[in-house]
């Protein structure tokens, strides 16, 4: 989720002397909780720390590389919630004072370039944008099937992504955009969606 006023001003973010501190997933979860209190936004953000981390293990990363990936997805939006006007400024600099990661850092700001003026150099970036507002639309599919994910098919995903009154706060532009980046064919990430979001225990 962005609004159009919250250009960044920057494109360097954190500390390097501070790679590979992270926080524990009990760590984020505290911080989601009490930052958070809408339950759909709480499931879009671990449905979106979900891709990321099953896509870093799918790219053969060590554990603890997935976990930096999970955060970053986990906590993305963690400040839309209560200060929308300061997204996604806030949960940066909470980060930043905490001594974050600035890998995790950047990839959060990264998440909305034509927002939030950064532009993705990272895979970890470019994925984080790529999966954002994907997996908002393929979700709201499938609230509106009878049975949900069950047999969800990428030409049905497609479809609802050409019906602009489908899911219409979902940015179709931004999707395009960050495949494009990412590099990767659109129906790809269309299967990798469904397919790992759809039947997910989410953390
Ligand atoms: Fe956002
Ligand atoms: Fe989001």
């Not at 954190?14 to 790679?19: A, L, M, R, V």
């Not at 955009?177 to 990430?189: K, V």
Request: glycine content about 6%.
């Amino acid at each position: 989720m962005q609004t159009p006023s919250l250009n960044l001003n920057r494109q360097e973010f954190g500390d390097p002397i501070n790679k590979d501190n992270v926080l524990t997933l009990e760590g984020a979860h505290i911080l989601l909780n009490e930052w958070v209190l809408n339950e759909r936004l709480k499931v879009h953000m671990k449905q979106v720390g979900h891709l990321m981390k099953e896509y870093a293990l799918q790219e053969g990363m060590a554990a603890f590389e997935a976990h930096k990936w999970h955060l970053a997805g986990l906590l993305h939006d963690a400040d839309w919630d209560q200060w929308p006007d300061q997204h996604c400024r806030k949960i940066i600099e909470e980060l930043e004072t905490r001594s974050i990661d600035p890998e995790i850092i950047r990839a959060i700001a990264c998440h909305g370039p034509r927002y939030f003026g950064v532009e993705p150099r990272t895979t970890m970036d470019k994925m984080l944008y790529a999966f954002d507002e994907l997996s908002g639309l393929v979700h709201a599919y499938s609230l509106m099937r009878p049975e949900g994910y069950v047999g969800m098919e990428v030409k049905g995903v497609k479809k609802r992504l050409k019906d602009k009154t489908f899911a219409a706060q979902v940015n179709r532009e931004d999707i395009e955009d960050a495949a494009q980046r990412a590099e990767i064919n659109l129906e790809d990430l269309i299967a990798f969606v469904v397919a790992k979001q759809g039947f997910a225990e989410l953390s």
